[in-house]
């Protein structure tokens, strides 16, 4: 599923303008490797944030999160949560909560939406939404039309959430459904348990640690360490989600370095593919056709 913004407006304004609905089908080795088509949903007014979207497992319906009025920060701000049918564009069910329900860190990672912060279990019919501190369960074939009331808090963050040994960390952002709601894997970053210095060069910074971590949303307890990795001479470490497989032994992530006071140290972004506890980045071409890393240093 891709949305596209004809918009010519800089920063945050850019994820307010329309949005228009298109299906991406990828054929691999086949006479038709891709096809791009046009969906009939309506696109989006102009003033509405897209927060997430999610495709169901079938390919039949669309579950899009809308803010209206995004920009207006006066404005008593309310959620949509809509399904489409992706084959006539229509509206099949609707729901609303008040803003945050469903969160996206849009202006923190440079893109437009968060997609997985909204996701269908295996089932096809339950809806996973999540927010910097709880994820909820909505049944998409119940009775009724309020996204707090009508679905079901599986999973909440708090200072009971475990650690590995000798580290105090929690989830930066909204945690990601996997394993058909049976767990959540979320990044975070932290500092060591106790706060130590790394070394005398960098007397002004501390230890900080970043990590990708699954846990359960029966216990709220680490059941696995994805990622952990130990930065110098930073003020600032954060570790973002951008996808996670259904199974979540495999994430697309964005890893953050920020220095206390440049240019002590480097800051840096990459974006990679996490798996079997390594992160291999991602390569982007771009328009002259030269790869560009995700991976880059100012």
Not at 73 to 83: M, N, P, Q, V
Not at 193 to 209: E, G, I, Q, V
Request: aromatic share 8%; with cysteine.
């Amino acid at each position: 599923m891709l949305d596209a913004t004809p918009c010519s407006q800089p920063t945050a304004a850019s994820r307010v303008c329309p949005r228009t609905w298109y299906l991406l089908r990828i054929a691999p080795g086949t006479s038709d490797p891709a096809r791009l088509t046009r969906l009939p949903i309506p696109s989006t007014a102009q003033g509405t944030q897209v927060q997430a979207m999610a495709l169901s497992p079938d390919g039949s319906e669309l579950a899009v999160a809308l803010q209206p009025d995004a920009l207006n920060a006066s404005a008593k701000a309310t959620e949509s949560l809509f399904i489409y049918a992706v084959a006539t564009g229509a509206v099949l069910r609707r729901w609303t909560g008040p803003h945050g329900t469903i969160f996206t860190p849009a202006e923190w990672f440079r893109v437009d939406s968060d997609n997985a912060t909204l996701s269908w279990l295996t089932d096809g019919r339950t809806l996973a939404f999540s927010n910097e501190q709880a994820v909820r369960t909505l049944n998409t074939q119940g009775q009724g039309h309020d996204l707090l009331a009508d679905s079901r808090l599986t999973w909440t963050a708090g200072s009971d959430l475990g650690n590995p040994p000798g580290y105090q960390l929690g989830c930066d952002e909204s945690p990601l459904v996997v394993s058909g709601g049976a767990a959540v894997v979320c990044g975070a970053s932290g500092m060591p348990s106790p706060a130590r210095h790394l070394t005398s060069k960098c007397s002004d910074m501390w230890d900080n640690t970043m990590g990708f971590f699954e846990h359960s949303t029966a216990t709220r307890q680490i059941t696995k360490v994805l990622y952990l990795d130990q930065t110098t001479c930073t003020g600032e470490v954060t570790a973002h989600i951008y996808w996670a497989s259904p199974s979540g032994d495999t994430l697309i992530v964005l890893l953050n370095s920020a220095p206390e006071q440049p240019p002590s140290g480097p800051q840096w972004d990459e974006v990679g593919v996490l798996t079997n506890g390594k992160v291999r980045p991602l390569a982007f071409p771009t328009a002259s056709g030269t790869p560009m890393m995700a991976a880059t240093a100012w």
